[in-house]
């Protein structure tokens, strides 16, 4: 008797324990990221399958590419995801790869940095109660801004090296 009863309960929590944990939580791993800017969304793609979409926030001059510091636009392009940290200023944040080389080369040419410090990260520390209200407003500095539990399901569907693509 003692081990049925602690079967049905064992089997019982984890029923109710499960659907918590798959409430908007991507479905896989991603193999790629899709911003769409005139759209304000971050897609999460495998295997050419959107897998998860969230609406985002972005630089606070969003319209064009970044092409230099303190221009206040998010960069168009192709990079990667290529670090995290897990302490910013922010809720969490994960490196885009940009300025490329190509990026470099065009501010050169006109005598400007082409800035940096570009990420995808969840609200400033202490602003998490603004939650999806904070896309009212394009408010970054050229990142992409998502709430704190969108942030935590696009760390754990992406690695390192993940590519993505950023369209206007």
């Given at each position: 008797?003692?081990?049925?009863?602690?079967?049905?309960?064992?089997?019982?929590?984890?029923?109710?324990?499960?659907?918590?944990?798959?409430?908007?939580k991507p479905a896989t791993h991603a193999d790629r990221v899709l911003v769409i800017k005139k759209e304000r969304t971050l897609e999460l793609i495998s295997h050419g399958k959107m897998i998860h979409s969230y609406k985002i926030a972005l630089g606070g001059n969003?319209?064009?590419?970044?092409?230099m510091l303190g221009d206040h636009k998010t960069p168009e392009g192709l990079y990667l995801l290529d670090s995290r940290n897990a302490?910013?200023?922010?809720?969490?944040s994960i490196h885009i790869s940009y300025p490329s080389a190509q990026d470099r080369a065009d501010a050169r040419r006109k005598g400007v940095s082409p800035g940096g410090e570009v990420f995808i990260h969840g609200l400033p520390k202490g602003y998490?109660?603004?939650?999806?209200?904070?896309?009212?407003?394009?408010?970054?500095d050229g990142c992409i801004a998502v709430t704190n539990e969108e942030m935590d399901q696009i760390w754990l569907a992406v690695t390192d090296g993940t590519p993505i693509e950023i369209r206007p």
């Open positions: 008797m003692r081990i049925r009863l602690f079967t049905v309960v064992t089997v019982s929590l984890v029923s109710l324990l499960a659907p918590a944990q798959d409430l908007g969003p319209v064009g590419a970044k092409t302490h910013s200023r922010f809720y969490k998490a109660w603004l939650g999806t209200s904070h896309r009212l407003k394009d408010w970054t």
